[in-house]
């Protein structure tokens, strides 16, 4: 055995040991999609406020029936009470670990907020003793918690309002209006107002809430209308696909370039040290410990970022990354200059557009489809992409830019570069074509860190390397890449800017 590769082999057993520990601390972190769900039935709440002008009265109640449904409030009830059940379950679950104070914290900070909101919705219903037994349980379980003097102060101004007879207390406006946003802040100031008799404000804050409610039902339409065009033409595509390879076999579309081949000159080590250096070890060594070491030279706390520096920050420790990994992959492969035909081809004169396109809107039904099988797997738990929750709780615009500068076009770019350009075609030396696909999409999705994503993620991958290695071009894989980064992002700025 060389030097090299036993220090490779040193390097791979690191890299085996800081990527198990990523995904295994995965486990604990809640995943985002019970969030998006609840800020998605937010906008419900919003636009079942909108009254829409008579003459379109009845255009009005065929578009509500199908973006909000008869019962929003009901159906908002449930998914709230669902969430805070999924939300105890996880505590209690934390609760057994090791270490489990700040997770455990958070986790009963989320309660609290749920059962604040879950008590407005049932005020809304008529169920005011329900919702008055809600906020009372808040007592005694946030007595303990360092944080949690604004959540017994918020509960106890609702109670007042939703008494008989109510108390007003002097900060019940202010408290509401410093703790609730969004539709949970017109529910309990329209209760004040009518309380106070204060019709004047209530009429400013109803004018307010309408103008919030058409702009939610635009936002449900984009969300709902683009998203699903997309899904129905992509169960189209993959019928007519799928029909096709059937009737032609290797002359369909699915089999078109199956039997041409990559030429591989290196071997398993340049293989293991383009992703092992130049990608695992970069990604979750060598970047960390330059920004921890830049951090404290500097005096900086990066928890005190706001969305901008953390914009910034992303953007740089990305950049770093595919400085680090491509210099890696060039230096590796420069020994075999000039490459065989193929290798990371890219042409613009091809019909890679519609191959990326196309490969997009028949990613769609099936992602969608795992991902709702892979929520049952994980209650929520798992982990998520951090960038999701930055992205959707953002209003900055120049941090919006940075993050789809960063996701929407470096990501695809370097990612695919790795998986798909020299990852995948790497592999068929040592395997057929369908293995290599699902082996790279694998390895694809563990790049990511988040153990919930990897199933979800390597239906991704599967995609990306069919449309790869049919088209024989990285435009048509940059491009789906491109096209999901960027419909994500969409959706998650059109969700959180409905919150407020």
């Not at 909108?50 to 909000?68: C, G, H, R, V, Y």
């Not at 007042?160 to 108390?167: K, L, T």
């Not at 100031?189 to 004018?207: C, P, W």
């Not at 383009?274 to 990066?302: A, E, H, K, R, T």
Request: proline letters at 4%.
């Amino acid at each position: 055995m060389t030097i090299k590769r036993f220090i490779l082999g040193i390097l791979t057993l690191l890299t085996i040991i800081l990527v198990g520990a990523s995904l295994i601390d995965s486990i604990t972190q809640p995943q985002i999609q019970s969030r998006l769900e609840l800020y998605q039935t937010n906008l419900i709440l919003h636009a079942t406020e909108w009254q829409a002008d008579p003459e379109f009265q009845q255009d009005f109640s065929t578009l509500k029936n199908n973006l909000i449904g008869e019962n929003a409030s009901t159906s908002a009830l449930k998914q709230y009470k669902e969430v805070q059940s999924g939300a105890k379950d996880n505590l209690e679950t934390v609760k057994t670990l090791e270490s489990p104070s700040q997770s455990a914290e958070q986790l009963q900070q989320l309660i609290d907020e749920l059962t604040i909101r879950i008590g407005i919705l049932q005020a809304e219903q008529g169920e005011t003793e329900e919702a008055l037994n809600t906020w009372q349980t808040l007592i005694p379980t946030s007595q303990s918690l360092p944080n949690s003097q604004k959540q017994l102060e918020l509960a106890k101004v609702l109670r007042g309002i939703w008494s008989e007879p109510a108390r007003i207390f002097p900060e019940t406006e202010l408290t509401i209006k410093n703790n609730l946003e969004g539709w949970f802040s017109y529910q309990a100031l329209s209760r004040l107002y009518q309380l106070q008799e204060r019709t004047e404000d209530l009429q400013i804050l109803q004018a307010k809430e309408q103008e919030l409610a058409e702009e939610a039902v635009v936002k449900l339409t984009v969300i709902s209308a683009i998203p699903g065009i997309g899904l129905f033409v992509g169960v189209i595509l993959l019928i007519v696909l799928g029909v096709q390879f059937l009737l032609k076999g290797k002359d369909s579309i699915l089999a078109q370039n199956t039997d041409v081949t990559w030429l591989t000159p290196w071997d398993t080590e340049t293989l293991i040290q383009v992703f092992v250096v130049g990608f695992f070890l970069v990604g979750q060594l060598v970047i960390p410990i330059i920004f921890s070491l830049g951090f404290q030279f500097l005096n900086i706390n990066p928890a005190s970022f706001d969305v901008r520096s953390k914009a910034f920050y992303v953007w740089a420790n990305y950049g770093f990354l595919m400085l680090g990994g491509l210099s890696v992959l060039y230096f590796s492969l420069k020994p075999f200059f000039p490459l065989p035909e193929g290798w990371f081809n890219i042409d613009w004169k091809k019909g890679w557009f519609f191959w990326g396109l196309g490969g997009y809107v028949t990613a769609l039904p099936l992602v969608i489809l795992v991902s709702l099988i892979n929520q049952q797997l994980w209650y929520g738990q798992g982990g998520s992409n951090p960038l999701l929750s930055i992205a959707l709780e953002n209003r900055d615009p120049v941090a919006l830019i940075i993050f789809f500068v960063t996701a929407s076009i470096a990501a695809p770019v370097f990612e695919e570069i790795m998986f798909r350009g020299f990852l995948l075609p790497s592999l068929t030396r040592y395997m057929p074509l369908g293995g290599a696909i699902l082996l790279s999409s694998l390895f694809f999705a563990i790049a990511h860190m988040n153990i919930s994503e990897v199933i979800p993620l390597m239906t991704l991958g599967i995609v990306l390397g069919v449309v790869y290695t049919r088209s024989r071009n990285l435009l048509s894989s940059m491009l789906l890449h491109c096209l999901w980064n960027s419909g994500t992002l969409l959706s998650l700025y059109v969700l959180g800017s409905g919150s407020a």
